[in-house]
């Protein structure tokens, strides 16, 4: 049998590793208005994700909508990008919540969001190895119409995959600004600068050679 690509998480601990931007000043897409960290960008190779089951049993009407488009917004990075589902949140680098995001204060100004990313980069030991891991909360509001639970969510699930910036391009799904019409698919220039992104060396991913202490 194949080693399971997503063993759980034995031990964690986070590290205080921030996103800048990055000082790349000339980048395919919008790859030179995306945030990184002193480690490299926090992509992976192979991507566990953990999607919140329904509370109910069977899942109330409501639930079953926003599963149905969370499931739409992960098959259209699948598309891209090598992902595997998992039953436990224990083995995840992506936690995905069905929940709406609290409002955040900005200057002297609440702002409510329809989803929200959070990432924190950790050391996790898995299997008996220490690597160094993105780990990402994800909320998506479930009240919002269909397509924009899924619209939010394939932004979002953007973010969790390691694009953390916006595009200045109102039809690209990681668009700072969306038009009306929701954006459910990756755009052309989407396609690039998540290419231009995962072949940047990067440190995540890596065995941590030290143990920690
Ligand atoms: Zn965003």
Known sequence: MPLDPCPPVEAMQVLEV?????????????????ATTSLGPPVLQRWCVWLEPADHQPPDRWEQRWTLALESALSVWEEVLPITRVKSPAQAHIQIFQQRPPRRRIG???????????????EVQRRGQWRLEPHVDVLVSPELRASGIEATAVHELGHAFGIWGHSPQPDDVMAVHQNQTPVLNLSERDQVTLNWLYQKETNFGQLIQTSPK
């Open 18 to 34: 921030s996103l800048d931007r990055s000082s790349a000043t000339s980048a395919p897409g919008y790859g030179s208005v995306l």
């Open 108 to 122: 002297s100004k609440w702002r409510a969001s329809n989803g929200r990313s959070r990432l924190q980069v950790v």
